[in-house]
C-alpha cells in the first residue's frame, strides 16, 4: 500500500517548506523564538517516486544490494524514505522494504512477480504510519534514479527557502545556479546541493540521505538534487 503521509505544520511565521511537500505529522513544533529540526522530512510524493507494489522475495534474493551499517548491522529507523534515498545514491532504481526493518535495492522487482497487496502489512520500525513489507515480501517504490547521460547536466529544485543542517562536503561561491551545479556533477561524489539566492554560496553534500539528517527554514536558499 502507498505511503501514509499526514498534514504539513505552518506554526507561526515558521513555515515548513520540506523538500517535495515533506509531510511531518508525527512532528509537534514548539515554536519559541527557535526553528526546530525535523528529521525524516522527505517523502514520496513525486510521481518519480511512486509506489510500485507488494512483490514476492526468495532465497536468492529479488534485489542483491541490502542496506546495512558499516558494523554490518541494520539501520535501527528504518522507513521508506529512508530506504528510497539510499537506493537511488547507490545507483538503483527500486527501493523495497521488508519486514519491518530491511532495505533492499535492485533494478528488476518482476522476477519473481507480484504478491497481494495485503501480503504487505507490517508497520516499519522507523515509522508506524508506513508499511514496510512482510516476511519475505517487498514493498517497492521507484527511486527516480536516471542512468547519467554523458553530456546533459540533469538536476532538479526540491525545495524553496530551506537549508540542511548537516554539515556540507564543500562549500563554494559560482557565478551561477547552472554553475553550482557543475560543480556538483564534476565532483564525482556530489548528490545534493543548497544555493543562497542573496550570497550565490553553494554548499555541495555527497549524500542523497542528507535530506533525512534535518532541515531548517531560512528565506533565501534553495535545495537542489541531482538526477
Known amino acids: 500500500m502507498p505511503l501514509k503521509f499526514g498534514k504539513s505544520i505552518v506554526a507561526l511565521k515558521l513555515v515548513c517548506l520540506l523538500m517535495c511537500a515533506y509531510s511531518v ?7 519559541l523564538n527557535s526553528v526546530e529540526v525535523i528529521r525524516h522530512p522527505y517523502n514520496l510524493k513525486e510521481r518519480s517516486n511512486e509506489y510500485v507494489g507488494c512483490f514476492i522475495d526468495e ?4 534485489f542483491p544490494h541490502e542496506y546495512l551499517l558499516n558494523d554490518g548491522t541494520i539501520p535501527p529507523d528504518m522507513e521508506n524514505n529512508r ?15 521488508q519486514n519491518t526493518e ?16 495485503s501480503d504487505c502489512n507490517k508497520q516499519c520500525i522507523g515509522d508506524s504510519q508506513q508499511i514496510c513489507g512482510d516476511g519475505w515480501r517487498l514493498s517497492v517504490y521507484e527511486t527516480g534514479y536516471l542512468p547519467f547521460k ?23 561561491s559560482p557565478r551561477s545556479e ?3 551545479a557543475l560543480y ?13 539566492t542573496e550570497t550565490g554560496q553553494c554548499s555541495l553534500y555527497n549524500s542523497y540521505t542528507v535530506m533525512c539528517e534535518g532541515v531548517q527554514h531560512e528565506q533565501s536558499f534553495q535545495v537542489y538534487m541531482m538526477k
Do not use: H
Open 150 to 172: 554523458k553530456g546533459k547536466l540533469q538536476y532538479k529544485i526540491v525545495s524553496n527557502d530551506t537549508i540542511l543542517t548537516s554539515l556540507a562536503n564543500q562549500v563554494l
Open 83 to 97: 530506504c528510497l534515498l539510499y537506493c537511488k545514491e547507490q545507483g538503483y532504481m527500486y527501493s523495497g522494504t
Open 25 to 31: 505529522e508525527s512532528a509537534k513544533l514548539n515554536i
Open 59 to 62: 532465497i536468492t534474493r529479488l
Open 184 to 196: 556538483c556533477k564534476i565532483s564525482g561524489n556530489c548528490k545534493v546541493f543548497v544555493i543562497s
Open 102 to 117: 530491511e532495505c533492499w535495492c535492485g533494478d528488476d522487482p518482476y522476477q519473481y512477480g507480484l504478491a497481494d497487496v
Open 178 to 180: 547552472i554553475e553550482c
